[in-house]
């Protein structure tokens, strides 16, 4: 998966096929509402285990019952790369 950044009409794209996800500066980003504090710590760890088999880590923000995930690639520049836009499909296959 390449490191290299984005077009923003690449991004777009992307996004068409991303439900939910916004590109907002640097990074995609997505907010999931669950039934509780535990919901949403349960969510935060299996996005965390997925982060790890993946190699590419997304920022995880747990607030209550509000789990944000929010992705960039430091290796691009701090921008949105293919690296990203597969992390995002996948976390929504796993929560959604």
Do not use: C
Request: glycine share 8%.
């Amino acid at each position: 998966m390449s490191d290299q950044p984005l077009t923003e009409a690449e991004i777009e794209l992307a996004l068409s096929e991303l439900p939910g996800w916004s590109h907002v500066g640097d990074r995609l980003e997505q907010t999931w509402t669950f039934d509780g504090h535990l919901r949403a710590l349960a969510a935060a760890t299996a996005v965390g285990f997925l982060n790890e088999q993946r190699g590419h880590h997304a920022d995880l923000t747990i607030n209550y019952n509000k789990l944000r995930v929010s992705a960039t690639t430091h290796s691009a520049g701090n921008q949105v790369s293919a690296k990203d836009t597969d992390l995002a499909r996948a976390v929504s296959g796993l929560l959604d």
